[in-house]
């Protein structure tokens, strides 16, 4: 059994351990502060005589430390130094703190159990067991864990031997060990058999913020950062609040009104220009048929895809005449006809564009071809001309 520092002093840092074993890439100490894998949560990191330790796990009560290499020193009986990455231990707790107020919070105010917990790198969940859960609630249990953060409750954590005298207590979750049973208590918000590291009372989990709730296998998955990374999510988001209100010269508490009146005006603005090319393009179409032969080919300097294909469709509406309409500021080509051409636009397109360097694709009707060079897209609108 390897005896666990991190239960009886959460925020020791540094401490010395005697090797018991070595195994490969792995050490098992007489004691350790490394808190192993466990409940949801990655293991603490930190070194061992100054060699990095990866990862913890445990082991029928033995807590295995892998290292990234194993010293020659490193020998049974041997003393060596442990030192915590007290910056990732210290966000752990925060955040799985953070996750027992929510948790208790949503079954000691509403009687819903939480089926599922993971600390991620960047965000933590929790599966809620409620199908849809209503956005006010979320924010509702939002505030109330704020709350207990601000009210610094006690965070208790009692060793018990039995799983009896265990089941004695008020506990969200039903036990799955018989003995030697770690209980983490909030008074008035949370008890629950847990064995990893938590802070001495709520406030140090400093902030808890629920970035969304989404259904996810016939319960709601809350997502959420506690602390520094609540801190730091607020910080980048302040920072775009901060640039949005200068593009939009505006404040906070209207800046969303602001944005809306700039998009309804582009939205005008983008229905004048559509009307503009819709015009332009029936007015094209018309010239470019009564100048065509057995199809209507044009090549212009610069048009986008989609006026292309707003062109081709223009001509198409009036004339039964194929398209072939080609752009030099975005070497495309777009191959177009009404049905009652010959010519197999997708066909031409995969025989011919593709196989000398070009890519699309597209129905008997309707096809478009892009290019990496001009000479190359030129030499296909000939090749689609010849089949026509």
Request: charged share 25%; net charge negative.
């Amino acid at each position: 059994m390897t005896e666990k520092l991190f239960q009886i002093n959460p925020y020791l840092k540094q401490t010395e351990a005697v090797v018991l074993a070595v195994e490969k890439d792995t050490l098992v100490l007489d004691r350790t502060i490394f808190a192993p894998e466990a409940g949801g949560q990655a293991s603490d990191t930190g070194s061992i005589d100054g060699i990095p330790m990866l990862h913890a796990w445990e082991e029928s009560g033995v807590i295995y430390h892998r290292m990234e290499n194993i010293a020659d020193s490193f020998k049974p009986g041997k003393t060596v130094s442990l030192e915590l990455d007290w910056e990732t231990r210290f966000d752990h707790m925060q955040n799985h703190c953070g996750e027992h107020i929510i948790s208790g919070i949503l079954f000691t105010n509403y009687g819903i159990g939480n089926k599922g917990f993971h600390l991620g790198s960047e965000f933590s969940t929790l599966d809620a067991d409620m199908k849809q859960m209503p956005p006010e609630m979320v924010e509702e249990v939002e505030l109330l864990a704020n709350k207990a953060v601000f009210s610094a409750i006690p965070v208790k954590v009692d060793l018990i031997e039995s799983k009896e005298d265990a089941e004695k207590l008020p506990l969200r979750k039903s036990l799955k060990v018989e003995e030697d049973i770690s209980i983490v208590t909030i008074p008035g918000i949370d008890c629950v058999a847990c064995c990893c590291p938590h802070p001495y009372d709520t406030s140090q989990v400093g902030l808890i913020k629920i970035i969304k709730a989404e259904n996810y296998k016939g319960m709601t998955r809350i997502y959420f950062k506690c602390g520094m990374r609540a801190f730091k999510d607020y910080k980048l988001k302040h920072d775009i609040i901060t640039v949005l209100n200068r593009k939009f010269s505006s404040e906070e508490h209207n800046l969303i009104e602001n944005i809306n009146i700039r998009e309804n005006k582009n939205n005008e603005i983008r229905r004048e220009l559509y009307a503009m090319k819709s015009k332009f393009a029936s007015m094209e179409a018309e010239k470019l048929i009564s100048e065509a032969d057995k199809a209507v080919c044009f090549e212009y300097d610069s048009m986008s895809p989609d006026d292309l294909k707003l062109m081709a469709k223009k001509i198409t509406e009036i004339s039964e005449l194929p398209v072939i309409l080609s752009s030099v500021s975005c070497l495309t080509v777009l191959l177009m006809h009404s049905g009652k051409s010959r010519l197999k636009c997708g066909q031409t397109v995969k025989e011919f564009a593709c196989g000398f360097g070009g890519k699309g694709g597209g129905s008997d009707t309707l096809a478009q071809a892009l290019f990496s060079d001009v000479e190359i897209m030129r030499n296909f609108v000939k090749i689609a001309l010849m089949s026509v």
